[in-house]
């Protein structure tokens, strides 16, 4: 389950660097437009394609990680049987979602691919792109959420230490025993 743990780490990164070229990009455009009424015509898009990269990257991370929006007043009150149902019925929208989200923006990604942006001579079909690694993701997420042994738990439902009980390989806790 390390390889798990690796790609999302190198995914975390992925969206560091994506951030940080971004407001390189944006920073050195403005100094070049007000400072020598001149600037770099391609930046814009390029950090607009960056933000819809960074966007979908991290909606996928905070699905993993159980960060998502959720109101759980009322789950919260529902029996334990009721809440795991619930929980597995939460998870297959999110699977079937996830899923339509990927053959979506696999469409326009065959549709645009030919489309080359005149400002950078990259194809518009990027960012339809990255709705489909996105979407992959969250559709990988959502199946070891439903398919996870033991009781079902709804996306972003704290554990009652206080810890996101995040799709993720189990990792050992101080006394010896696995969490996932």
Request: charged share 15%; aromatic share 8%.
């Amino acid at each position: 389950m390390t390889i798990l743990r690796g790609m999302w780490r190198s995914i975390e990164w992925l969206i560091v660097a994506l951030m940080t070229a971004m407001m390189v990009l944006v920073f050195f455009n403005v100094v070049l437009r007000y400072g020598f009424s001149s600037g770099l015509r391609s930046g814009i898009e390029l950090s607009r394609l960056g933000f819809v990269w960074v966007v979908m990257l991290g909606a996928s991370l905070c699905l993993k990680d159980g960060e998502h929006l959720a109101v759980a007043e009322f789950f919260d009150r529902l029996p334990a049987l009721v809440r795991s149902i619930i929980a597995r019925l939460l998870w297959i929208v999110i699977l079937g979602a996830s899923i339509m989200l990927v053959m979506g923006c696999w469409k326009q990604t065959l549709a645009n691919w030919h489309n080359i942006s005149p400002l950078t001579g990259l194809p518009t079909a990027l960012f339809y792109l990255a709705g489909v690694v996105a979407g992959t993701l969250m559709s990988i997420t959502s199946t070891i959420g439903l398919l996870r042994p033991g009781p079902g738990r709804a996306p972003g439902e704290q554990g009652g230490d206080g810890h996101s009980l995040a799709v993720d390989e189990a990792t050992p806790s101080s006394n010896g025993e696995h969490r996932s």
